[in-house]
């Protein structure tokens, strides 16, 4: 194991990110709180409590994995594809570095950037409303489970782009509405038929409402499903990168 | 001397058809210079990038230090630092911390005092702090060699460190190599200027469409530059070159149909007048004649003009 390699990969990533904090942390933050604004407050205090929970704090579990997904895929794409399209990639492709190890210390320092954001994002809402976490350890394994694998899914689209309009268009055009037809903002239980039907074969519905769970004990879907689906995307990603790199797809001529 | 990088039957053909590298022998032999020579595109980039691990060949096998570059391409890219021919890096770091990022990556624990030592060596030091994008040309290519170097390997592979660079920066370079050199680092340079292999190299390969047309040493490379041949079709055949023609370099060809003379059309007296009239006196006749320059000085000839080319664009930069 070439940890000195692996940890290099991951500093440099992570200095990369603080060289660029501005765009890697203050603005998915203000952002979040925008939402909190409008949704939170202004709309909110007008709207029903969704089981047990006011609206406000209903929403903070899917805002937070709202940035979760968009900022591990948009951490873990760039990463990966700005050495490709500069040519530094030459160094990383002649280190002594299995394929494994360069995407522990990729997706590692994408995932943990992403886990940082969660967390502020998390004492930012506790600013604007009232929170309990009633399955700390759930909602920590959540957030991990949940930053890794659309990390590994941000790598896979990396190196899978030719250029910077394909970066973008797997996150803006897939992810965020998938996010928010989620149930980031509502509970699936509110569509009619056959909406909430619908609803179950969007992947975010799973880990949204299994997040949730962890903070209010209640979810749209039995927590179980939530981490066996967060599970399986897991696996398909770690699948689809070790595809890649045993073939060199789009990395190696 | 022991072969540290051994090359066999390396094909490389690019998805898109290209033959780049076409059935390879080489040896590199442990502690020398070795100078690949070859225009553009012939597959020197290639060669190395195989051997890198950057590019996966189509064909053969490479071994570094008796390891096989696939099966143990751990051990292998740990002993082997490359300089690229483009300078690609993070240009907003600084260089202190792309040289420890490069010897991170590379399997090496900290040593700054080894980095220093480094980056002092190739007049860095003073710039340490500074974001690579701040730097001159010359030093991003020198910041590029102190990566290459910062994990301490035991080849270097310089991809034309001097193509496009003016002629200053181009002695200094091949100072820096030999002393490079001097400590023990083999060394493989790739190059499309003669006059570079020439001073630098211990041996040249030289290396056209993607084959290794002649591996010698350098010297006896440069003695074979400027060898012409002159083709004498004979009126009538002959079994051997006869006795009274002993004094040239002469060959029979085509069974006895031809007979070559061989010469170096750099020194003044090239003997063809006298060649010509010995053979009147022998009474060998000939019906047509023709010169022509050996493959390797086609190769040669190649090379030169693009050499003025480019030192002209150099220049004029
Ligand atoms: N990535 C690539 N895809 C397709 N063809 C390539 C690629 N890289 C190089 N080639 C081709 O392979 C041949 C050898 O190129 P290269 O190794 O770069 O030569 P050199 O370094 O000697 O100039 C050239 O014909 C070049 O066009
Ligand atoms: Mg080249």
């Known amino acids: 194991m070439n940890v000195h390699g692996v940890w290099a990969l991951y500093k440099y990533e992570m200095a990369r990110a603080a060289r660029t904090v501005w765009q890697s942390l203050v603005t998915p933050v203000i952002t979040t709180v925008l939402y909190f604004v409008v949704f939170g407050s202004a709309i909110g205090s007008r709207m029903e409590d969704i089981g047990t929970v006011d609206y406000g704090a209903f929403i903070v579990p899917g805002l937070i994995m709202l940035s979760l997904l968009t900022q591990s895929i948009s951490n873990a794409s760039f990463g990966i594809y700005f050495p490709k399209f500069s040519g530094t990639v030459y160094e990383i492709l002649s280190a002594p570095m299995s394929p494994i190890e360069t995407v522990i210390g990729y997706v590692g320092a994408a995932a943990t950037k992403s886990i940082i954001l969660g967390l502020i994002i998390l004492a930012t809402a506790t600013f604007f409303v009232d929170l309990r976490i009633e399955h700390p350890f ?51 239980r509110m569509l009619p038929e056959p909406w909430e039907s619908i609803s179950l074969a969007n992947p975010v519905v799973y880990l949204v409402s299994g997040f949730r769970w962890s903070f209010y004990g209640e979810g749209d879907v039995p927590v179980v499903w939530s981490l066996g689906i967060t599970a399986l995307f897991l696996a398909v990603c770690l699948g689809a990168v070790i595809w890649i790199f045993r073939t060199g797809y789009r990395l190696k001529e | 001397m022991a072969a540290v990088v051994s090359i066999e039957n390396l094909s490389k053909t690019y998805d898109g058809g290209v033959k780049a590298l076409d059935s390879v022998d080489l040896e590199i032999e442990q502690g020398e210079i070795f100078a690949l020579l070859g225009p553009n595109g012939a597959g020197k980039t290639t060669l190395i990038s195989a051997v890198c691990g950057i590019v996966v060949p189509t064909g053969g096998t490479v071994t570094v230090a008796g390891h096989d570059i696939i099966r143990e391409y751990k051990k292998t890219r740990g002993a082997i630092g490359l300089v690229p021919q483009e300078i690609s890096t993070d240009m907003f770091e600084t260089v ?55 994990h301490e390997p035991d080849i270097l592979f310089l991809d034309e460190p001097t193509a496009g660079v003016d002629v200053e920066l181009r002695r200094g370079m091949w100072r820096l190599v030999r002393r490079l050199n001097d400590k023990g680092t083999t060394i493989i340079l790739t190059t499309h200027y003669i006059e570079e292999a020439e001073e ?61 003379y061989t010469f170096d059309a750099n020194d003044e007296d090239t003997g063809i007048p006298r060649l010509l009239r010995a053979m009147d006196e022998a009474g060998i006749g000939f019906t047509d004649l023709d010169t022509s320059k050996s493959s390797l000085e086609e190769i040669f000839v190649d090379l030169v003009h693009r050499e003025n080319g480019t030192q002209a664009q150099g220049e004029g930069a």
């Open chain 2, 96 to 150: 202190m911390a792309t040289v420890r990022f490069s010897r991170g990556l590379f399997g090496k624990p900290k040593n700054d005092a080894y980095l220093e030592e480094l980056l002092k060596d190739l007049s860095l030091w003073d710039k340490k702090d500074a974001q690579i994008r701040e730097l001159s040309g010359g030093m991003k290519r020198r910041v590029m060699i102190a990566k290459a170097l910062s």
């Open chain 2, 200 to 260: 630098m190299a211990d041996r040249v390969g030289v290396i056209q469409g993607g084959r290794i047309v002649i591996v010698d040493r350098t010297d006896a490379i440069m003695r074979q530059l400027g060898k012409r041949q002159l083709s004498l079709t004979l009126a009538e055949k002959l079994d051997a070159v006869p006795a009274a023609l002993c004094g040239w370099d002469l060959e029979l060809a085509d069974e006895g149909h031809q007979l070559v």
């Open chain 1, 138 to 188: 759930v909602m920590v394994l959540f957030l991990v489970l949940t930053a890794v694998t659309f990390s590994l899914f941000g790598f896979i689209i990396g190196i899978w782009a030719d250029g910077f309009e394909q970066l973008s268009f797997i996150p803006m055009l897939i992810v965020t509405p998938l996010t928010f037809l989620g149930g980031a903002f509502y509970s699936i």
